[in-house]
């Protein structure tokens, strides 16, 4: 998990989930931050510099993902940070276009996709082709 | 008299003049009948004196015919008879006598004859005896009978009509005295005909009396008698006189009048129908008490008969008067006219109004009104299509909505006023009061109301209350309560209405709970899927990135390894969620199958919390166990197994950290297993829930799982017989299963 490539901070309860991405993406040249729900997010949010993209999981104990966002929206400081939405939640595309954020990865999610949305999004090619965004 | 005195004494001028103006006439003849001497007025005005000297008797009447009147009764003189007899000569009548003359030796040497004019008295007597027969004609066509009796003489006459009106024949004789005439009469009667005669005897005057007779030839007819007891001046009976004929025919008639006639008040009396029979000027021929009592008309009003005061009288019970009146006025100016009509009381009362013109030969002489109570009759359909509205509005799934609809169409049909009361957790609440007077308050006894499981009647303020539970699943839920109007109360028809009511709001009520359940399992289930569906897709998402990210060749071997343990973390998850499925279909369907074998609890309790110190070291929780040696039982091994791993994996998820406590005890039959952790705790209002299938203590995605484990560790726990409690307060939970040891063989 030696990096010096973008950070990602992943918001995830599950921990095998949040492991898994962690591994995945530090495998593939960036830094990963986990933390297990909104409250964890904004306290590392409020306590580090700003990550290049939050990938957040939408139902999450304490403070749900959807909180989350409009809490990051709603922060000066934190308005620009890209969010891509990370769930196995049927209305997912609809809930991103709503809260309006960079983007949206379903559960279970292929390793390519979830690369290229990183790369798409936290301005750093992790070695695979960058896609555009296309919802699914 | 001036020649009075004596015969020898009197002038011959004189005894010439008295002859002369004899008002009649005086002959005498000789043995041949010649006459030799006549005088007197009567032959000097109509034969002229001297024409008749020296003719005879046979030349006066113009025959020698010894059978002619004058002829024979004069012949019969000469023999020595005194003749006395009426004879008509010209046109008068006179009374004559011829008697023999005899000389002084009273030897007869011929007739001496007078007569007197006797014309007027004879046509007066001849007048009364042709009005006698008359009137005996007449009685006798009349079939009148007339009877006289003389008082003084005590002589008793009968017409002859009278004594065949009695049987006796036309020449029966009266009856000779009281006693013979009241045995003519018919026994029952007798005393009474005997009253009557003997008031009239002493008191006089006018009398009359019917009364039957029994003839000889045995018929029993009955007489009607009229007659007067006269008397004079000082008050002495003279006679007793009257006339009877026979009504018995009449009186049959009569009788039979009588009889319909009563047998038609009877009728008018007995019928259900106020019946009014008015004339086409408004005055009341005749009405039955019916009538009356319908309408509450006092007798006095009644009587005035007049037909405009009772339309006054009335006026004021009816809900709409002047339609009322409208109307009648309608059909008095339209004689013509039928009709047929509702009327409205203010009182609730309903009359049906039917109304024909009476008719007499095709004329029409008035108007009959008749009037029936079909209060009771409305009040049923009202009730009837009341009932089928009501349940019509609780067909319906939002109970509460339609219960306030219920009460609102209750009022004003079956009261004043409607509540709804309803039981909920926190105590009776209510739901809808409806009042018809919005200055009146419905004073509901609400806890009585719910006390009973059966209709209340009680009063309050003056007011007559009615309350019928409403029950869904057996158990008192509410109560619908009615508020009688001022001064009423609740008849049996209306109890029966209202606890119909109460049992279709029941029905209702039960119908919205159970479809609130079993909303409530969809739901349920639904959520149950989607926690399913989102634990599964959690180990499906680690375990997919895991094998494309050590297919990407780019881990580390640490990361490898880190790959690997999430590999087969996940394969026990997604293990455990197959068997709780498995579990969960065994137990809904009834398939758990037990093996049982001696099972020591202590020892499982052990190697239980040994097989999941990974978890607990990474909750962070210590864990204390406290067991005997052993605590043995009959069960199945593996599920007691299931149901200590079940409690203490939630303890761990839930401890918060914070130390578990483990309590194994034997208690003789019984061996109890105690989970006590210091975590966030089961708020009361859904301890009871968290055995259910698909309920969690704690909001949706809290802590992962299926929220099968309470439901698996009860439904494990009752197959042995056993049973589990939970107490909990924040920071101190405690599920104490209690195991009997000898595990039933049940299923």
């Not at chain 2, 039979?256 to 047998?263: D, F, M």
């Not at chain 2, 309608?330 to 009381?345: C, G, I, P, R, V």
Request: glycine fraction near 10%; charged fraction near 25%; include cysteine.
């Amino acid at each position: 998990m030696r990096s010096d490539g973008p950070q990602v901070l992943i918001v995830e309860d599950d921990e095998d989930v949040r492991t898994m991405l962690q591994l995945a993406l530090t495998s593939h040249g960036y830094r990963a931050a986990g933390v297990r729900n909104g409250n964890e997010a904004l306290a590392f949010l409020a306590t580090h510099l700003r990550p290049a993209l939050a990938i957040v999981d939408l139902m999450m104990p304490d403070m749900s993902g959807e909180d989350l966002v409009r809490r990051v929206k709603t922060d000066d400081a934190l308005a620009e940070l890209p969010i891509v939405l990370f769930s196995g939640h049927s209305m997912l595309p609809r809930m991103a276009e709503t809260l309006h954020v960079a983007g949206y990865l379903s559960k279970p999610v292929d390793l390519d996709r979830l690369l290229g949305m990183v790369a798409r999004h936290a301005g750093r090619s992790g070695g695979e082709p960058e896609r555009p965004f296309t919802p699914e | 008299m001036p020649a009075s005195g004596s015969k020898q004494g009197v002038r011959p001028d004189y005894l010439n003049l008295l002859l002369s103006q004899f008002p009649g006439a005086v002959w005498s003849t000789d043995t041949d009948l010649r006459l030799t001497f006549t005088y007197g007025s009567v032959i000097a005005e109509n034969l002229g004196i001297g024409r008749l000297t020296g003719s005879s008797v046979y030349d006066f009447v113009g025959t020698r015919d010894p059978r002619e009147p004058a002829n024979a009764h004069h012949l019969a003189a000469l023999t020595g008879r005194r003749e006395t007899f009426r004879y008509a000569y010209g046109e008068k009548w006179y009374q004559v006598t011829v008697e023999p003359l005899r000389d002084t030796e009273g030897k007869i040497i011929g007739t001496i004859g007078a007569g007197v004019d006797f014309t007027q008295a004879f046509e007066n007597e001849q007048r009364l005896r042709d009005s006698e027969a008359r009137l005996r004609e007449a009685q006798e066509v009349a079939h009148i009978g007339s009877f006289e009796w003389d008082a003084h003489a005590n002589r008793l006459v009968w017409s002859r009509e009278l004594c065949r009106i009695y049987g006796l024949g036309e020449s029966g004789t009266p009856p000779s005295s009281l006693e013979v005439f009241l045995g003519y009469i018919f026994p029952a009667d007798r005393e009474h005909v005997q009253s009557v005669l003997l008031s009239a005897y002493h008191r006089g005057g006018y009398f009359s009396y019917e009364h039957r007779i029994l003839r000889p030839d045995g018929a029993i007819r009955t007489l009607h008698t009229r007659g007067a007891a006269l008397r004079n001046k000082e008050g002495t009976l003279l006679r007793m006189t009257g006339t009877c004929w026979d009504v018995t025919e009449q009186k049959a008639t009569l009788d039979k009048l009588a009889s319909n006639v009563s047998l038609l008040t009877a009728t008018l009396d007995a019928t259900a129908d106020g019946l009014l029979v008015v004339d086409r000027s408004g005055r009341i021929e005749t009405y039955n008490q019916r009538f009356r009592s319908l309408w509450g008309i006092p007798q006095s009003l009644a009587d005035q008969g007049d037909d405009r005061a009772l339309l006054d009288f009335v006026l004021d019970q009816l809900e709409n008067p002047q339609q009322f009146l409208t109307g009648v006025q309608n059909l008095y100016a339209h004689a013509e006219q039928e009709s047929f009509d509702t009327l409205q009381f203010k009182d609730g009362r309903v009359y049906e109004r039917y109304s024909i013109p009476q008719r007499s030969d095709n004329k029409i002489i008035g108007r009959v009104w008749s009037f029936r109570d079909v209060t009771e009759r409305a009040r049923s359909l009202r009730h009837t299509e009341f009932l089928s509205d009501a349940t019509r509005l609780l067909a319906s799934l939002n109970a509460e909505q339609a219960l306030e609809s219920v009460a609102r169409l209750a009022v004003p049909l079956l009261g004043d006023g409607c509540a709804v009361d309803l039981l909920r957790d926190a105590g009776p609440s209510r739901l809808v009061a409806v009042v018809r007077n919005p200055r009146e308050r419905i004073a509901t006894d609400v806890r009585r109301a719910l006390a009973q499981t059966h209709a209340t009647h009680y009063r309050r303020d003056g007011r007559a209350y009615l309350s019928v539970p409403l029950l869904a699943g057996g158990q008192i839920a509410g109560a619908l309560t009615l508020m009688a109007a001022a001064g009423r109360g609740y008849g049996e028809r209306e109890v029966e209405v209202i606890e119909e009511l109460g049992r279709r709001a029941s029905l209702a009520l039960e119908n919205a709970r159970l479809y609130e359940q079993a909303h409530e399992a969809l739901r349920a289930r639904d959520e149950f899927l989607a926690i399913a569906a989102h634990e599964i897709r959690g180990p499906i998402s680690s375990l997919h990135l895991a094998v494309q990210t050590l297919r990407s060749g780019k881990l580390s071997p640490e990361g490898q390894a880190t790959a690997l343990e999430v590999i087969e973390r996940e394969d026990r998850r997604l293990g455990r969620f197959v068997r709780e499925l498995l579990d969960l279909g065994r137990i809904r369907g009834g398939r758990l199958q037990l093996s049982l074998e001696p099972v020591d609890l202590a020892e499982v309790v052990r190697e239980t919390v040994s097989a999941q110190k990974g978890d607990i070291d990474a909750s962070g929780s210590s864990i204390t166990v406290t067991a005997p040696g052993s605590a043995t039982g009959e069960w199945d091994r593996m599920r007691v197994e299931q149901i200590v791993a079940n409690l203490l994996s939630n303890a761990v998820k839930f401890g918060g950290g914070k130390p578990i406590e483990i309590r194994v005890r034997d208690e003789g039959e019984n061996v109890t297993l105690e989970v006590g952790d210091h975590g966030i705790g089961i708020p009361p209002e859904i301890q009871e829930r968290i055995f259910n299938p698909f309920e969690r203590g704690v909001s949706l995605r809290n802590y992962g799982g299926l929220g099968l484990g309470l439901y698996i560790v009860r439904s494990l726990t009752e197959a042995f017989g056993g049973s589990i409690a939970v107490e909990s307060s924040p920071g101190d939970t405690r599920f104490t299963v209690t195991l009997p040891r000898r595990g039933t063989d049940a299923v």
